[in-house]
């Protein structure tokens, strides 16, 4: 019984600071003091903003279809769905 009372206060204060590691400022990144600014991206005509860096595009984050079949449907052909050479 003596290992249980260390390890609950040690949980205990695992779960009082696990918030405090999810705090974070919310506004526009900007290069540190005298660094210089990152490169242009090749074949721009100007810098990207923050929001265009950070917002995925479609093929990073397609959009998700849930919805259900709710009736059999058959399938269509798949020209490449072809059996194991062999």
């Known amino acids: 019984m003596k290992l249980s009372r260390p390890i609950a206060v040690t949980l205990a204060g695992a779960l009082l600071l696990a918030p405090l590691g999810a705090c974070g ?26 929001e265009e860096l950070t917002t995925p595009d479609a093929q990073a984050r397609p959009a998700r279809s849930d919805e259900l079949l709710k009736r059999s449907e058959r399938r269509e052909t ?9």
């Open 78 to 86: 798949d020209d490449f769905d072809l059996p194991p050479p062999g």
């Open 25 to 50: 400022k919310k506004e526009d990144l900007k290069p540190a003091a005298g660094d210089p600014a990152p490169p242009l991206p090749v074949g721009a005509k100007r810098q990207p903003t923050t």
